[in-house]
């Protein structure tokens, strides 16, 4: 039996943050999770699951040293989504040192897989400045690093393009590509926090399966019952919105993830790993209804 241990989780009320409270809290752990916002849904939802739910902001990491002090782990992770791979990383290595004054036990720090790799990409590089910040520092660490969602073609930036019935991506339609889903990150990382001393200082690239976009559109369209397709178009649309995610489709398509996926699911069979096909066949996908 685990000892049960106390977790602050950051960006609990969002979709990596969310799934390792949830994961954590299955496995009878406690729970701190950080929110900008305590009445939001998310945030209600994790509270009737029985964390601790305080409102704060990674802008203010002072401020949440006294709870940090009285916690096992801290799960950090950033993006920046809403504020800039420059802020991200400001942000990163505030709280690390907040996390170091309140000599926290074990921090565990979701970067990205192959950020490591000299990629390139800045919002890769961005999370990669944290990751040798941490290792500059005398502190138990764990970098956890996730390669694509399999969520990603639900989210903010593509759910009206697969309403539409498709998946409309910068990266040609043959080309494979590394993914794992949500739940399999939470019980990775809640995996991590009970294992503490034995993995200080190591990093992981975290992949469930590797699939092609066409091969997606087919799983989705078994899934589904509806026909899905599969669209691809040039960086250089993409680039006139995002340069930073023109840079990485440009990378996903020459070099891309590599994560020895038999060694990982090996070593960590605590997971239940998903494949993509068992992934959509578990998924709601109610929206398409909508």
């Not at 930036?157 to 399999?184: H, M, Y």
């Not at 649309?237 to 930073?244: A, N, W």
């Not at 996903?252 to 960590?268: E, I, P, Q, W």
């Amino acid at each position: 039996m685990i000892k049960p241990l106390t977790v602050f989780v950051t960006g609990a009320t969002g979709n990596q943050g969310g799934a390792v409270a949830r994961a954590l809290i299955k496995n009878n752990h406690n729970v701190v999770a950080l929110t900008r916002n305590k009445e939001s849904v998310a945030a209600n939802e994790l509270a009737k699951l029985g964390a601790e739910v305080i409102e704060g902001s990674l802008d203010a990491p002072q401020l949440l040293i006294d709870t940090l002090k009285r916690v096992d782990t801290l799960f950090l992770m950033g993006s920046p989504m809403e504020t800039s791979v420059e802020k991200e990383t400001t942000q990163g290595i505030a709280i690390v040192d907040a996390a170091k004054a309140a000599n926290v036990g074990h921090l565990v720090y979701s970067s990205v897989a192959n950020a490591d790799k000299n990629t390139g990409i800045p919002h890769f590089e961005s999370k990669y400045k944290v990751e040798q910040y941490i290792r500059s520092l005398d502190i138990p660490f764990t970098i956890c690093a996730p390669v694509a969602f399999m969520e990603n073609i639900i989210a903010p930036w593509s759910i009206d393009a697969f309403k539409a019935r498709k998946i409309v991506q910068a990266l040609p339609g043959e080309i494979k590509l590394q993914q794992v889903s949500l739940r399999n990150l939470g019980e990775f990382v809640a995996g991590i926090i009970e294992k503490r001393a034995d993995v200080f200082g190591q990093r992981f690239d975290i992949a469930g399966d590797e699939v092609s976009g066409n091969e997606m559109a087919n799983i989705l369209t078994n899934a589904t019952h509806q026909t899905i397709s599969y669209e691809s178009f040039p960086t250089s649309e993409l680039r006139k919105l995002s340069d930073d995610m023109a840079t990485m489709f440009e990378w996903l398509a020459d070099a891309g993830y590599d994560v020895d996926m038999r060694k990982l699911h090996n070593r960590f069979n605590n997971v239940n790993w998903q494949n993509y096909n068992q992934w959509a066949e578990s998924a709601n996908w109610s929206v398409l209804n909508h």
